[in-house]
């Protein structure tokens, strides 16, 4: 038999460690490593103990939940973090911690059970989520070949390779597949900065392409152009980066 995964439950209102033990207790398979009533108690605690899972109270006194995880995430071998709050407002911003999930208070037993067993599953693949996860925090040198995709209990590891073009949507950016698009948490720039420009174009203030799937250009009614893909994918061209773009398939 496994050896059960350790929980640290970090809350600063005594009823809600409470009944998270009593919760946690009810569950085979998982045990509490320890309670803490602050982020710094529980910071103390993992510098001397170990935690598979961090349940994590949002809003505390003197520091937020919020920023154990951002510091959490940077290290060798992270804790996976579960918000448990009373607060709906802070989900986005638990997800941009690296967020494995977020609980609401009152938690029903079922949906914590849920969210362990997700964890549990991402723990059977710690090594490469540990992988994943340094990529957010630490980026390699170099021009990066895949990025790591969050969505609500799930990363995915998209290879650069496939990607067909890249489009700005609000704070995120799509990634488009032959078969899927992905959503990204990044801005166009910010990502540009880490792909390889012998293979990806500029060719819109909105929007990269791969070069080696453009095929051709060509001028609209309205003065713009429009680049062709080679599976037939229409994409508009800035005035500005038409010439870069006439550069490339003549190449």
């Known amino acids: 038999m496994s050896a059960p995964l350790r929980v640290l439950?970090?809350?600063?209102?005594?009823?809600a460690r409470i009944n998270l033990r009593l919760a946690l207790q009810a569950l085979p398979g998982w045990q509490v490593a320890g309670e803490c009533a602050s982020a710094n108690a529980a910071r103390a605690?993992?510098?001397?103990?170990?935690?598979?899972i961090v349940l994590l109270d949002v809003q505390m006194p003197v520091e937020t939940g919020l920023d154990l995880a951002r510091e959490l995430s940077r290290g060798d071998l992270p804790p996976l973090v579960i918000f448990v709050t009373a607060h709906r407002g802070h989900a986005l911003d638990a997800f941009d911690v690296h967020a494995l999930d977020y609980?609401?208070?009152?938690?029903?037993?079922e949906r914590l059970r849920q969210a362990l067993e997700r964890a549990g599953a991402l723990l059977r693949q710690r090594a490469a989520y540990t992988a994943?996860?340094?990529?957010?925090?630490?980026p390699v040198p170099g021009y990066w070949r895949e990025v790591t995709v969050r969505s609500v209990g799930r990363m995915d590891r998209v290879a650069l390779a496939d990607v067909r073009?890249?489009?700005t949507a609000g704070n995120y950016v799509e990634l488009h597949l032959p078969e899927r698009t992905f959503l990204h948490?990044?801005?166009?720039a910010e990502l540009e900065r880490y792909l390889d420009p012998a293979e990806f174009l500029r060719i819109h203030r909105r929007i990269l392409v791969r070069r080696a799937l453009m095929a051709?250009?060509?001028q609209v009614a309205d003065?713009?152009?429009?680049?062709?893909?080679?599976?037939?994918?229409e994409l508009p061209v800035s005035e500005r980066y038409v010439a870069g773009a006439k550069g490339a398939l003549r190449a």
């Not at 439950?9 to 009823?15: G, L, T």
Request: proline letters at 2%; aromatic letters at 4%.
């Open 9 to 15: 439950i970090v809350d600063d209102e005594a009823h």
């Open 45 to 52: 605690l993992l510098a001397t103990d170990s935690a598979d």
């Open 103 to 109: 609980l609401v208070k009152p938690v029903s037993e």
């Open 132 to 138: 994943a996860l340094r990529q957010f925090v630490a």
């Open 165 to 167: 073009w890249i489009e």
């Open 185 to 188: 948490r990044s801005t166009l």
């Open 216 to 218: 051709s250009l060509r």
């Open 223 to 233: 003065g713009g152009c429009v680049l062709t893909l080679a599976d037939g994918v």
